[in-house]
T-cell receptor
Framework: GENVEQHPSTLSVQEGDSAVIKCTYS??????FPWYKQELGKRPQLIID?????GEKKDQRIAVTLNKTAKHFSLHITETQPEDSAVYFC????????????FGTGTQLKVEL | GAVVSQHPSWVICKSGTSVKIECRSL??????MFWYRQFPKQSLMLMAT?????????EQGVEKDKFLINHASLTLSTLTVTSAHPEDSSFYIC?????????FGPGTRLTVL
């Protein structure tokens, strides 16, 4: 199946700094790329997504960029706050995959005061 | 909108017993739901795709006779862990699909003694 590599596995930033998480994939047919935030013991929550016909999407402090040629997409969080601390997962699905999502391995983000 | 509930939120059972977990879409109809398993500090691993009115599609390595899935209506899918053993202890999460997007339930913490 599709393989998604996510880096870094842990990320510690100071409050107010930016955080960037990157995912790479191999299947050029992948066409939908969501990002989920999961707090400890809670459900994953969709925070932003992007489709393959768009290069960048922004929603307040969160943005996602997609480079189809290089097959990678990144999550950017600006002006980080302590409540941004959580595990972030990238995911993707390919059009022919029955809408199954393949998840990255996750990034533990810690925003320190 | 797009709220998914799961019941129970946690369950403790003895080895050899069966446990049923329910996943409901509360404000929309879901022809497709997904069941995931998540071990501590790991990513979400897709177990099976639940299709309303038809048999579930299981991922490689997931025993369909052990993890019984029933999707009897457009708002309810159930996962039954049969003859549970301690190694089945995990966080089980369902999701329901709305177009490309998957919305997750709050998860069920299963502990098998």
């Amino acid at each position: 199946g599709e393989n998604v590599e996510q880096h870094p596995s842990t990320l510690s930033v100071q409050e107010g700094d930016s955080a960037v998480i990157k995912c790479t994939y191999s299947d050029s047919a992948s066409n939908y790329f969501p990002w989920y935030k999961q707090e400890l013991g809670k459900r994953p929550q969709l925070i932003i997504d992007i489709r393959s016909n768009v290069g960048e999407k922004k929603d307040q402090r969160i943005a996602v960029t997609l480079n189809k040629t290089a097959k990678h997409f990144s999550l950017h969080i600006t002006e980080t706050q302590p409540e941004d601390s959580a595990v972030y997962f990238c995911a993707l699905h390919s059009g022919g995959g029955g809408n199954k999502l393949t998840f990255g391995t996750g990034t533990q983000l810690k925003v320190e005061l | 909108g797009a709220v998914v509930s799961q019941h129970p939120s946690w369950v403790i059972c003895k080895s050899g017993t069966s446990v049923k977990i329910e996943c409901r879409s509360l404000d929309f109809q879901a022809t497709t739901m997904f069941w995931y398993r998540q071990f501590p500090k790991q990513s979400l691993m897709l177990m099976a795709t639940s299709n309303e009115g038809s048999k579930a599609t299981y991922e490689q390595g997931v025993e369909k006779d052990k993890f019984l899935i029933n999707h009897a209506s457009l708002t309810l899918s159930t996962l039954t862990v049969t003859s549970a053993h301690p190694e089945d202890s995990s966080f089980y999460i369902c999701s329901a699909r709305v177009r490309d997007t998957q919305y997750f339930g709050p998860g069920t913490r299963l502990t098998v003694l």
